[in-house]
């Protein structure tokens, strides 16, 4: 039994556009040899958090507090929330740049809190900003704690060192439980280097898909530094698996390649409806 019922029709018309995509364009020849579930619980690296192989993202064209998730309403993202959850996704993927707190808050109040991972993003630099940051994302979100606190959208090669401050004010964060793990999502080879080479960070959140769309550098580039990581034992969580939009049409090939890695513990990709997200739930099990 489905928890919500909210698709208008300019929503389900964004949904059947998706269930109608064709799969053109050149197949990515990804050999799985095992099945996989969007609902499949995944460990995350050594942080010892377990949860759902897919998160649901609250951020497609996520900035100024705005994305296409939110834009559904407060109502609307959460219902998108606790469909994908009765489903089996287990992890909400958010950040203040998406302006999605408060929808995943809502989400919060009809699951039990112990069994959905939250993620969120924090584009301080500063380690007071960061203290505030930590203080009103609890607050925008209603819960005690975050599971995951990732470092927004990093480029420097040297952000290890310019942002220690930071760092130190999310381990401290991490000893207290309010935090479950720190991590960062990295926009550029150089600062993808240096995430995968600090001892700091546990869970990296990385642009990858197999045309390069939106990446730091090639595919290949990218994933011998994503299997340093992952040899390392950081969490590895792909995002951008689609291209932010250029293989919509051939999202079939994204997923297959993205499963064929061996190095993402889970992805995030986000939905606009609840046609989408079942969409993509039935195509990852056929992948």
Aim: aromatic share 6%; proline share 2%; charged share 25%.
């Amino acid at each position: 039994m489905k928890r919500r019922e909210f698709i208008g029709t300019a929503v389900y018309g964004a949904g059947a556009a998706w269930l109608s995509m064709k799969t053109t364009g050149h197949v990515f020849a990804a050999e799985l040899t095992q099945k996989f579930s969007a609902s499949d619980t995944v460990t995350l690296g050594s942080t010892g958090i377990r949860t759902s192989r897919l998160a649901m993202g609250t951020g497609t064209v996520g900035s100024g507090h705005h994305s296409h998730q939110t834009s559904l309403g407060i109502k609307g993202l959460s219902d998108l929330l606790l469909n994908g959850y009765d489903h089996g996704l287990r992890f909400f993927d958010s950040a203040d740049s998406y302006g999605s707190h408060p929808h995943v808050a809502e989400a919060l109040k009809h699951v039990k809190r112990d069994q959905v991972t939250v993620l969120s993003k924090s584009w301080a630099r500063d380690p007071n900003e960061m203290r505030a940051d930590l203080d009103r994302f609890r607050k925008e979100l209603g819960t005690d704690y975050i599971d995951i606190l990732l470092m927004h959208c990093l480029t420097e090669g040297d952000w290890t060192e310019r942002y220690k401050g930071v760092m130190d004010v999310l381990s401290e964060a991490r000893q207290k439980g309010i935090i479950r793990a720190p991590g960062c999502s990295c926009h550029s080879i150089e600062a993808l280097r240096a995430a995968a080479a600090s001892p700091w960070v546990e869970v990296d959140l990385a642009l990858i898909n197999p045309i390069g769309s939106h990446m730091d550098a090639d595919p290949a580039t990218v994933v011998s530094v994503l299997k340093q990581m992952k040899a390392s034992g950081k969490a590895v969580i792909g995002m951008k698996i689609l291209g932010q939009g250029d293989m919509r049409n051939r999202p079939d090939e994204a997923i297959r390649y993205a499963l064929s890695l061996g190095v993402l513990d889970a992805f995030t990709i986000g939905a606009e409806s609840r046609a989408e997200q079942e969409d993509l739930i039935r195509r990852i099990a056929a992948a």
